[in-house]
């Protein structure tokens, strides 16, 4: 039996369901259906995808890494075939939070004069590489060493970290902090897309608790009402102010690498001009009021 594209869709309901029968009603299928299109692809790919051990079915690692290349190839079906996109490709650039900083209007300025042919979008998509391992981007902008598998990477710029605080905090009346002075309690953690981690700290001297969010308005809400502190980088400072968050420069604490990635193979043509002129802009003093904090 061939696979094809409605197979990928179906597997794809199956695992933002979690179970074949909210997946059939969302495609309007019958069960059977969907189960079928489900045991067929993994007869292809010679691989269980779905564990059907539990009462709430999950993801096998070999199907979510199936997943990200599964929406990628549908994402990239569904664009082909958009006829509002043949005159004007936008070329889609994914960020998780914050952007390029200073850098970001700059950038956007510039392309639009230079590229008015290809439309820029910024897309804010939470997600460890910002939609781009899943086809949602062409290519993001990225913090912290890239992991992930098949990606071409740019340097752009060091961006120095800042420490968070609940502005009526004791913290939030010294100038600059050190790591040390975080210790006292809980950390904010965001797995999904930051790029703070608990190894920051030396062994022996790591904050005693951390708590876990998933996006970076909830940690802002988080350090807002006292739950604890968090690091991030200086840009974070700029794009995101919080009437109930202070931010402070912590210099004790390594720098973040800022990258621009895209996928390897192919693209959109218009990556190579993004690169340029990514590079070129983030090597210019930013703009009065917009360096480093």
């Given amino acids: 039996m061939s696979i094809e594209l409605r197979h990928l869709r179906c597997f794809l309901a199956i695992a933002e369901e979690s179970s074949v029968t909210r997946a059939a009603a969302r495609l309007h299928l019958t069960q059977p259906a969907v189960s079928r299109s489900l045991a067929a692809l993994e007869k292809h790919l010679g691989t269980r995808l779905v564990d059907r051990t ?8 070999e199907g979510r890494v199936f ?13 082909a075939l958009d006829a ?10 994914g960020h998780a939070w914050a952007a390029l900083g200073p850098y970001t209007t700059p950038l956007l300025r510039r392309w639009a004069r230079e590229h008015p042919e290809t439309p820029l979008e910024l897309l ?3 997600d460890r590489t ?9 290519a993001a902008v990225l913090r912290g060493p890239a992991t992930t598998p098949g990606l071409v990477t740019e340097p752009l710029f060091l961006e120095p970290r800042v420490a968070a605080v609940t502005s009526d905090g004791p913290l939030a009346a010294r100038p600059s902090l050190t790591l040390a002075d975080l210790t006292s309690g809980p950390v904010l953690v965001n797995p999904v897309s930051g790029v703070t981690t608990l190894d920051l700290w030396p062994a022996g001297a790591r904050p005693g608790s951390s708590l876990t969010v998933t996006n970076t308005d909830d940690w802002l809400a988080a350090i807002a ?3 604890g502190a968090g690091v991030s980088v200086a840009s974070t400072a700029r794009m ?4 109930g968050v202070t931010y402070r420069p912590l210099p ?5 690498p800022v990258l621009l990635a895209w996928r390897a193979g192919g693209g959109h043509p218009a990556l190579p001009a993004l690169a340029a002129l990514a590079r070129e802009v983030c090597a210019a003093p930013p703009a009065p009021g917009e360096g480093p904090a």
């Fill in 225 to 227: 009402a006292g739950r």
């Fill in 54 to 61: 539990t009462h709430r079915l999950a993801l096998t690692a």
């Fill in 130 to 138: 910002a939609g781009l391992a899943r086809g949602e981007v062409d």
């Fill in 124 to 126: 804010r998509i939470d």
């Fill in 84 to 93: 509002g996109r043949l005159r004007h490709w936008p070329l889609r650039l």
């Fill in 252 to 256: 004790d604490a390594p720098p973040v």
């Fill in 240 to 243: 995101h102010p919080h009437p």
């Fill in 67 to 79: 997943r990200d290349k599964a929406t990628a190839a549908v994402a990239a079906f569904d664009e």
